[in-house]
């Protein structure tokens, strides 16, 4: 059954036409204008001269011709234009695209001829929420064309692209089947209730809940972690006293010189941010100002700044200068960076390992405790991969992230009603413990199919609906 079957409160999306620029503002290559809905067809007419007239076009083809205005009959621009037969199409309707030349102004131009022949703008996600409201791909699906959209690193862009393969779909209608099955057994047992011994199995149902269930939720959920840390990734928050080698390090890890280094103390003044790679998972590493006491107010306001990062950390790397023994103000800012974040995972990086001659490492083990140490050189270069490795084995547990075991990975959304669904799921095997009556336990099961249900987007309501569509681009 269609998404759009069940899908009552919404309004046939297909009574209007609906028009936007397609490619991003400003000049480029090629422009498309796309147009959906039962006019498309007759604007194209209206507006299109093909090179060889014809009286119609054939479906998913590209044809040579211009755009005139209808009005003056004026040429505007020199075009590729295709007609895609409903429902073959994005969004099931009547489909047009035309590809014009890259400029801004024709494209408006354009699509001003296109909204002067009956068409009305397109909200943000329009095209794709048509998609989904005529059933042609459900919300996960839908969720996925923003998330191909968004994707920062390849890691996240092959979770994108698996979802909108229906990856996820598919395993919520693997959980659903079963579901169904269960439900199916309890309803016999609902209306033939005096039979009730020899048709209920509570121990087999409760396995067959447990196994076709509960652990595939369970595995959803653990995906739904990992899923967030490869789309929105971590901060990773470099500190240290002056001079340790932070701004270099940004550097290394950009492969760029970005941050001003030199040999004075108190270069950098305000953080630095930018995005690295590391596996797949995007980094953000922020370079901060080297902590010290001072009387200078603008390395002072720096140095609150860099105090304030240690907020959004989900990683502190902890930059030591090797060259130099050990000093009061390193033990002071680890003491200061465990007693503000205590859990915050810690990377002690000892940095110049170049010049560190006669270094013993066993004074950084005492003063430190058990924090991870790992030498480097941001010079040079050495150590670095040891750095990334580490990086992100202690973000996400595991070094292991781009497995196929994480092909599914849930959004903050499933994430919300699969967790309702396993907690549903626990009850019902609960009911079939204690032998709850029949009836009982089928409460429970229907609670399971509605929350996954929502997922997949048969009774999401319009404003969720209406939330995740408007985070589109315009002509998405
Ligand atoms: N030999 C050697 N020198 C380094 C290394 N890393 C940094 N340096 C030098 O150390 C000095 C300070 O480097 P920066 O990267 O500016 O240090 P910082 O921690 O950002 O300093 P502030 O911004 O002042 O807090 C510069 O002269 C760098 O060239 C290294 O791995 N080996
Ligand atoms: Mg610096």
């Known amino acids: 059954m269609s998404a759009a079957t069940h899908h009552t409160a919404t309004t046939d999306p297909g009574e209007d036409t609906i028009a936007a620029i397609a490619t991003p503002p400003g000049a480029g290559g090629i422009g498309i204008v796309r147009i959906s809905g039962p006019l498309a067809a007759a604007i194209l007419t209206r507006l299109f001269r093909p090179r060889h007239p014809r009286k119609t076009l054939a479906s998913h083809r590209l044809y040579y011709g211009w755009i005139a205005d209808p009005s003056s009959g004026l040429p505007l621009d020199e075009v590729l234009a295709v007609h895609m037969h409903a429902p073959h199409t994005y969004t099931r309707e009547d489909v047009v695209e035309i590809?014009?030349?890259?400029?801004?102004?024709?494209?408006?131009?354009?699509?001003?001829l296109v909204l002067a022949e009956g068409a009305r703008p397109a909200q943000a996600g329009e095209f794709t929420k048509r998609a989904f409201l005529n059933g042609r791909i459900d919300l996960t699906r839908a969720e996925a064309v923003l998330e191909l959209l968004e994707a920062r690193t390849t890691a996240a862009l092959h979770l994108a692209t698996a979802q909108l393969q229906g990856r996820l779909f598919q395993e919520v209608s693997e959980i659903r089947a079963a579901l169904l099955t269960?439900?199916?057994?309890?309803?016999?047992?609902?209306?033939?209730?005096?039979?009730?011994?020899?048709?209920?199995?509570?121990?087999?149902?409760?396995?067959?809940?447990?196994?076709?269930?509960?652990?595939?939720?369970?595995?959803?959920?653990?995906?739904?972690?990992?899923?967030?840390?490869?789309?929105?990734?971590?901060?990773?928050?470099?500190?240290?006293?002056?001079?340790?080698?932070?701004?270099?390090?940004?550097?290394?890890?950009?492969?760029e010189e970005r941050a001003l280094v030199t040999p004075v103390p108190g270069t950098t003044r305000d953080t630095i941010e930018e995005y690295i790679d590391i596996k797949g998972m995007p980094v953000r590493i922020v370079d901060t100002a080297g902590i010290r006491e001072t009387r200078e107010t603008v390395e002072e306001m720096g140095i609150k700044r860099a105090r304030a990062k240690l907020a959004e950390a989900d990683l502190v790397l902890l930059?030591?200068?090797?060259?130099?023994?050990?000093?009061?103000?390193?033990?002071?800012?680890?003491?200061?960076?465990?007693?503000?974040?205590?859990?915050?995972?810690?990377?002690?990086?000892?940095?110049?390992?170049?010049?560190?001659?006669?270094?013993?490492?066993?004074?950084?083990a005492s003063a430190f405790g058990a924090e991870k140490l790992v030498c480097i050189s941001a010079r040079s270069g050495e150590g670095i991969d040891t750095l990334e490795d580490a990086i992100f084995e202690l973000v996400t547990g595991r070094s292991d992230l781009q497995?196929?075991?994480?092909?599914?990975?849930?959004?903050?959304?499933?994430?919300?009603?699969?967790?309702?669904?396993?907690?549903?799921?626990?009850?019902?095997?609960?009911?079939?413990?204690?032998?709850?009556?029949?009836?009982?336990?089928?409460?429970?099961?229907?609670?399971?199919?509605?929350?996954?249900?929502?997922?997949?987007g048969e009774t999401t309501t319009d404003d969720i609906l209406d939330l995740i569509f408007s985070q589109f681009c315009i002509g998405k």
């Open 99 to 112: 590809h014009c030349h890259g400029s801004y102004l024709v494209l408006q131009k354009i699509l001003g």
């Open 182 to 255: 269960v439900r199916a057994i309890l309803e016999v047992a609902i209306d033939f209730p005096e039979d009730d011994v020899e048709i209920l199995d509570a121990t087999a149902l409760r396995e067959k809940l447990a196994s076709e269930v509960r652990v595939p939720l369970a595995g959803l959920l653990a995906g739904a972690d990992r899923g967030k840390i490869l789309r929105q990734g971590v901060a990773a928050v470099i500190l240290g006293r002056p001079n340790v080698g932070k701004s270099s390090l940004l550097n290394t890890l950009l492969r």
């Open 319 to 364: 930059l030591l200068d090797a060259s130099e023994p050990l000093t009061a103000e390193d033990r002071q800012l680890y003491a200061s960076i465990r007693e503000q974040n205590p859990a915050t995972p810690l990377l002690l990086v000892l940095n110049k390992m170049d010049i560190a001659a006669g270094l013993d490492i066993t004074s950084y």
């Open 403 to 456: 497995e196929p075991a994480v092909a599914c990975a849930p959004n903050l959304r499933h994430q919300a009603a699969l967790g309702k669904a396993l907690t549903a799921c626990l009850q019902a095997e609960e009911g079939f413990l204690h032998g709850l009556p029949a009836d009982l336990v089928a409460v429970d099961l229907q609670a399971i199919l509605d929350h996954l249900a929502d997922i997949i």
